[in-house]
C-alpha cells in the first residue's frame, strides 16, 4: 500500500489470500494509524492518494492490521521484534537483538525490502547468512531470522519481485524472484498521478 497504482486490488488479494497478514509502515499509514508526518513528502502524497482510492471500505480492513503476529509457531514481524513498524534490521548487531529477543527456530521480518538470512547460532555467534546461490536455504541448528525481500518496491537492483517459502517440514526456506510487467506498473503509476519516482525506481529495484 502507498506505493503502486491499484492498492485495492493488492489489498484483496493480500487480506482475502492469506491464513496470516500483517500491516507495514505504509499500510498503517494509508488506515490513518500513523500520522503522515512520519513520511517523506513523496510518501505523504502517496498515501494521501491511497486514502482515496481505497475509500472506507478499504480503510476498515487496513485498520484490522497490525505491524506484528509474534504468537504463532514463526512470528512475523513488519520490521523487527523490538520495533515493529520502523527498525531497518541491516545490522549483525540489529539482527543479534531480535534473534535473542525471540527464542524460537524461526522469525520473519521485512522492511528493508531486501532479501536477508541471519543465524544464531549455538554458540553465540551471529553469521551473516545471506540468500544461497540457488536460493534454498536449510535452517540448520540455532534460530534464524529472515527477510523475504518485497514483492513490490525491491530494493536489491533487482527489479523481479521477491518472496520466499517456508517448507517447515524439510525446515527450508525457498527464496523466489518473479519477472512481472515492470513498464506496465510505472505507466500505470504514472497515469494516476503518483509520485514519479515509484515508477522510475521499480526499474532499478531500488
Known amino acids: 500500500m502507498g506505493y503502486g497504482a491499484d492498492p485495492s486490488h493488492c489489498l484483496h488479494t493480500a487480506i482475502g489470500g492469506a491464513d496470516r497478514c500483517i500491516g507495514g509502515n505504509h499500510d498503517l499509514g494509508a488506515a490513518g494509524k500513523v500520522p503522515l508526518e512520519m513520511f517523506a513528502p513523496w510518501a505523504r502524497a ?4 491511497t486514502r482515496e482510492a481505497i475509500g472506507r471500505a478499504g480503510a476498515a480492513k487496513l485498520e484490522r492490521l497490525v505491524p506484528l503476529d509474534p504468537d504463532d509457531t514463526v512470528p512475523l514481524y513488519h520490521a523487527s521484534p523490538r520495533d515493529p513498524v520502523w527498525e531497518y534490521v541491516t545490522e549483525v ?3 543479534r537483538a531480535a534473534l535473542e529477543d525471540r527464542r524460537v527456530h524461526l ?12 543465524r544464531l547460532t549455538t554458540e553465540g555467534a551471529v553469521e551473516t547468512v545471506g540468500v544461497p546461490a ?3 536455504l536449510m535452517l540448520e541448528e540455532g ?3 529472515v527477510n523475504p525481500g518485497s514483492v513490490g518496491q525491491p530494493r536489491d ?6 518472496w520466499a517459502i517456508y517448507d517447515a517440514e524439510a525446515d527450508e526456506i525457498e527464496f523466489r524472484r518473479t519477472p512481472y510487467d515492470v513498464a506496465a506498473a510505472q505507466n500505470a ?3 494516476a498521478g503518483l509520485p514519479s519516482l515509484l ?3 521499480l526499474a532499478e529495484g531500488r
Open 107 to 118: 522469525t520473519l521480518i521485512g522492511h528493508t525490502h531486501v532479501p536477508s538470512a541471519w
Open 134 to 136: 540457488g536460493g534454498r
Open 157 to 162: 537492483h533487482d527489479a523481479r519481485a521477491a
Open 199 to 201: 515508477a522510475h525506481r
Open 93 to 95: 548487531s540489529q539482527a
Open 143 to 145: 534460530r534464524w531470522l
Open 46 to 49: 502517496a498515501l494521501a492518494w
Open 189 to 191: 503509476i504514472l497515469e
